[in-house]
Nanobody, 125 residues
Framework: QVQLVESGGGLVQAGGSLRLSCAASGRTFSTSGMGWFRQAPGKEREFVAGIKFGSGRTDYAESVKGRFTISRDNAKNTVDLQMNSLKPEDTAVYYC??????????????????WGQGTQVTVSS
């Protein structure tokens, strides 16, 4: 099973930037992919961005398009989430997740096999 560890969260002012990283241990496949999700207090966990390893296809939630960029470093086996123009409503715990068969259901939490422990992102106004 692929194990995931996130890093890079923190406190930033509105308009600022943060970069999250997710390190994966274990074998991954070209059919697999990684997603970033977030969960704010009292809310359900929601999809933020995803990437399919084989094709490099990326997917984004409408709320982050144009501000967030997901990328993969094959050499380091990490997936990063660059977050720019952050807003207070981006405040949440961010989780990375691994899907052994990344498909059109990339937005669903039930599609993913492994999850990281989460990292807090707080955006002050």
């Amino acid at each position: 099973q692929v194990q995931l560890v996130e890093s890079g969260g923190g406190l930033v002012q509105a308009g600022g930037s943060l970069r999250l990283s997710c390190a994966a241990s274990g074998r991954t496949f070209s059919t697999s992919g990684m997603g970033w999700f977030r969960q704010a207090p009292g809310k359900e966990r929601e999809f933020v961005a995803g990437i399919k390893f084989g094709s490099g296809r990326t997917d984004y939630a409408e709320s982050v398009k144009g501000r967030f960029t997901i990328s993969r470093d094959n050499a380091k086996n990490t997936v990063d989430l660059q977050m720019n123009s952050l807003k207070p409503e981006d405040t949440a715990v961010y989780y990375c997740a691994y899907d052994s068969y990344y498909s059109s259901l990339y937005f669903s939490t039930s599609s993913y096999d492994s999850w990281g422990q989460g990292t807090q992102v707080t955006v002050s106004s």
